[in-house]
């Protein structure tokens, strides 16, 4: 401690009196708050910086700038700045900032991933293929369809156990979502409806990672460059712990699925069949929970608690899956004749994004945006958030209505519509998108259709069901109490 303080003081001087503005020979960095010596504009971002930055644009203009710490942030948060940020300038701002917790030594998250890879390079290349054809093609999810199936029936028939209880509905759409995925790379469950299982303590370690990816808190290391790799905060100590945990729960998996020779088909057989080492298996599979599990079951939860709330809405998706589904659970071969289960999700997508300023791109090379200079390794992002609240897009941007989606021609989950961008877009675009878009829709549809929903005890109607956001990601608590629509008990 008594090295620390004078370090840190230190570094206040070097940054105050060193480090200078910076400069371009070319038109200038954009518009922005004007920051905070040494910290930068850190604090003004608070808990919920998509909602923070809203605000700050309607001052500072689409495209912004702000310090967070020793970097520079850029922020765009229109239709205009998306496009040049994910189309026109795609390639020179598709590097990725990888904060210094997740740099730690045998983590090789940054360089063994698809979404946090510092760079696509050959490697990433690689990786996303493998994920593409194994994961993501359509033949794979075909293969896997009628898994899908299985796991929300399993959900149905333990959520008809309970009928008159009140269940916490984050934890079972978790449990859905994570033996799904737990089958489609090890072709077993991962967790119960109790939380046994060889999974059970991983949606704590997956929220304790997204919390660590998404937050706003930078690393005392980003503020005080002079720290280098001192662990102040032990934040890379925490992040080490979480991966370790996370390793432990599958490499036992791992091993005996080398000792075979049997073929599983599924994407553990073919990491290793291609050779990987468990350094490499760990954080790819890592990643692929982590981004596959916690946003979807916020997204199901959100798209629960809207159709709750809006009547209207909840009324007519109710008519149509009455018409095209019957008594069942609703399968992923119904999908194509529900248009408003599809616009119910799109709208809730709108509205609540998993991400709602994407994962932050860096800028590889300094680059024009529109007509201000954004230098290289500025960290960029896109504010998913503000521009689903811009009304000179939508028309009463804050109103759940899933129509606007049923318009032909209407924002698609591509990212070729820049003012709709649920999985981002260009290079650097969720590959899991085509996953996502299956496993919502029958999840949320089944839940409505099978279901009437009311809330615990004597909290009142489901309507007054509370909407606000409580994290930075999207946190929304949802306890239910669930009662088997009269008309459809034969499916429990």
């Known amino acids: 401690m008594n090295l620390f303080f004078p370090l840190i003081l230190l570094s206040i001087i070097l940054i105050i009196f060193l480090i200078k503005p910076i400069s371009t020979k070319g038109p200038p960095i954009p518009p922005g708050p004007y920051p905070w010596p040494v910290v930068g504009n850190i604090f003004q971002l608070g808990k919920m910086p998509h909602v923070t930055l809203t605000a700050l644009a309607k001052t500072h203009g689409p495209i912004m700038s702000l310090r967070h710490g020793a970097h520079l942030m850029v922020v765009g948060s229109s239709r205009a700045a998306a496009r040049e940020i994910l189309k026109a300038h795609d390639r020179a701002l598709s590097g990725r900032f990888v904060k210094r917790e997740f740099k730690i030594k045998g983590s090789k998250l940054h360089n063994i991933s698809i979404g946090f890879a510092e760079e696509c390079n050959d490697q990433w290349k690689n990786l996303r293929s493998i994920g593409r054809s194994e994961l993501f093609s359509a033949k794979a999810m075909e293969s896997q369809s009628s898994i899908r199936s299985e796991k929300i029936t399993e959900m149905v028939r333990y959520l008809c156990s309970k009928e008159g209880s009140a269940v916490d509905m984050a934890e079972k759409v978790y449990v859905v979502v994570s033996n799904i995925l737990s089958n489609a790379i090890f072709s077993v469950d991962y967790v119960d409806f109790d939380g046994e299982g060889v999974g059970g303590e991983m949606r704590k370690l997956i929220r304790e990672f997204v919390v660590l990816a998404l937050s706003a808190t930078p690393n005392l290391t980003d503020v005080f460059p002079v720290l280098g790799d001192w662990d102040v905060m032990g934040t890379s100590k925490k992040c080490k712990g979480i991966f ?60 629960l608690a809207e159709l709750i709330t809006n009547e209207g809405p909840r009324h ?17 071969t119904n999908l194509p004749h529900l248009p408003y289960l599809e616009a119910c999700i799109k709208e809730t997508l709108r509205l609540h994004p998993p991400a709602p300023l994407l994962l932050p791109h860096r800028a590889t090379q300094t680059c024009q945006v529109m007509g201000y200079t954004i230098p290289k390794d500025a960290i960029v992002n896109v504010n998913l958030w503000a521009m689903a609240r811009d009304p000179k897009i939508w028309a009463d941007p804050l109103r759940f209505n899933p129509e606007r989606f049923l318009v032909s021609g209407g924002p698609d989950y591509m990212g070729s519509n820049y003012e709709y961008l649920p999985f ?33 005890g004597d909290m009142g109607d489901p309507a007054h069901l509370d909407m606000q956001e409580k994290r930075s990601i ?19």
């Not at 994407?267 to 468990?278: A, M, P, Q």
């Not at 008519?319 to 609703?330: F, T, Y």
Request: hydrophobic share 40%.
């Open 244 to 303: 370790e945990k996370m390793y432990a729960v599958w490499e036992g998996i791992i091993e005996e699925r080398r000792k075979q020779s049997s073929r599983q088909h599924d994407l553990l057989d073919t990491l290793v069949k291609l050779g990987l080492t468990n350094d490499q298996i760990n954080p790819f599979i890592m990643e692929l929970f982590s981004a596959g599990t916690e946003p979807t079951t916020l997204t199901v939860q959100w798209a």
């Open 316 to 332: 007519k998706l109710l008519d149509e899956l009455e018409k095209e589904v019957g008594q069942d659970i609703v399968k992923e």
């Open 424 to 456: 981002g877009s260009g290079r650097r675009m969720c590959p899991g998108q085509p996953l996502v878009t299956r496993m919502v829709p029958p999840i949320v549809g089944t839940l409505v259709h099978l279901f009437d929903w009311a809330l615990p």
């Open 474 to 492: 999207k946190e929304l608590p949802l306890r239910l109490v669930p009662k088997t629509r009269k008309l459809l008990k034969l499916v429990c």
